[in-house]
Structure formats: C-alpha cells, structure tokens
T-cell receptor, first 114, second 111 residues
Framework: AQSVAQPEDQVNVAEGNPLTVKCTYS??????LFWYVQYPNRGLQFLLK??????LVKGSYGFEAEFNKSQTSFHLKKPSALVSDSALYFC????????????FGTGTRLKVLA | DGGITQSPKYLFRKEGQNVTLSCEQN?????MYWYRQDPGQGLRLIYY???????QKGDIAEGYSVSREKKESFPLTVTSAQKNPTAFYLC??????????FGPGTRLTVL
C-alpha cells in the first residue's frame, strides 16, 4: 500500500538559514511526488512535483526538493528561510496504480524565527 | 486557491442535520476530490470523481455523499450518519496531468 511519512511534526529554523522538511514514501511502481504548503485557514498551495527526470526539482518561492530513489525520500529544501515561509507543509504521493488517488503525509509545521 | 471556490467558509450543523458543502471550479478540470483535514492527521480522501456522472469512494466515505451532475460542480453532503463531522473540508480539482489544485476550504462545526 502507498504511504507517506513526514517524521517531524515541527521544524524550527532561523531566518536566513537553510531549511529541510523531510518526507519518505512507499509506493508500488514509479513515484509521483508532490509538496504543498498551507497557511492558516486556507487551502493547500502547490509548490513542486517530481514525476520523472532530474532528481533535483525546483518549485515556487525558491523551494526545491531532492528525489532519492534508494532512500525513498523526497525532502523539501530552501537555501535561505524567510519568516513568511512559516506554514504547514504536506508531502503527497500519487497512487501508482492509475487510480489518481493521492496519499498525504500528516504535515510538518515550519517555524522560521526572526 | 486558483479557480476553485468553496462555500460557505464556515458552517454550523446541529445534531441530526444534513448539510451540503459547495465546490465549484472554472478550470475545466475533469477530476475533482473531497478531503477532510483534522489536526495531526493530514488530509484524508472522502470521495473523488474522474468524470461527470461518475465518482468513487475514498478512504473515509461513510456518512458522506456526493454528486457530479456538472463538470464544474462537486457538492459534498455530510449526513447525520457522520458521527464526528467537525473538521476542515477541502475540495480539489486535477488537470489532465497530476497536479491537484485546492479550494480555500470550509470549516464545519457541530453544535
């Protein structure tokens, strides 16, 4: 069965420092991986996705993610965090069986400290 | 939040009452989804629809019903059979590729 794990409930980072939000996955077949961000009482905003190709994927707002097949990971990164990056981040994987169902992680709250 | 609207933003339900949450999209997307979000549990799939007049149960469909009579609309009814409906409900649509786009959400509270 497909699954996504976000091992950290919260990540704290100082403004200007690099940030990493971790995600590991389990899926049959080729993984289709996504990152979304959610601000309070709002819907989810798409950040980036990995379908195929380069292992380093660049997305919105300066975020990028590194796909690592051997470690089944898809960690979200940003070289220099902003206070405005503080939000809830979700990793998701698409069902590889063609049903177009998506499995979401439990979310990681990122807090960037000024 | 793109071209997906959800209404109302806040909804209050009394015990034993059915309520309907609206989701409309003007993105011309074929597929639409309903998720429930609870603190610490991420998003859980309630129902999804790949095409008009067709929909499938997700992981937590009990106590919910949907219809898909028009491409742009996918309303969700929370019935009295749903014993713990207080949550944040998110609607999404998907383009022909893989990316889902989400509406702003409806917060449902049982009084």
């Amino acid at each position: 069965a497909q699954s996504v794990a976000q091992p950290e409930d919260q990540v704290n980072v100082a403004e200007g420092n690099p940030l990493t939000v971790k995600c590991t996955y389990s899926v049959s077949g080729n993984p289709y991986l996504f990152w979304y961000v959610q601000y309070p009482n709002r819907g989810l905003q798409f950040l980036l996705k990995y379908i195929t190709g380069d292992n380093l994927v660049k997305g919105s707002y300066g975020f990028e993610a590194e796909f690592n097949k051997s470690q089944t990971s898809f960690h979200l990164k940003k070289p220099s965090a902003l206070v405005s990056d503080s939000a809830l981040y979700f990793c998701a994987v698409r069902d590889g069986a063609g049903t177009y169902k998506y499995i979401f992680g439990t979310g990681t709250r990122l807090k960037v400290l000024a | 939040d793109g071209g997906i609207t959800q209404s109302p933003k806040y909804l209050f339900r009394k015990e034993g009452q059915n309520v309907t949450l609206s989701c409309e999209q003007n993105l011309n997307h074929d597929a639409m989804y309903w998720y429930r979000q609870d603190p610490g549990q991420g998003l859980r799939l309630i129902y999804y629809s790949q095409i008009v007049n067709d929909f499938q149960k997700g992981d937590i469909a009990e106590g919910y019903s949907v219809s898909r009579e028009k491409k742009e609309s996918f309303p969700l009814t929370v019935t009295s059979a749903q014993k713990n409906p207080t949550a944040f409900y998110l609607c999404a649509s998907r383009q022909s590729g893989d990316t889902q786009y989400f509406g702003p959400g409806t917060r449902l509270t049982v009084l």
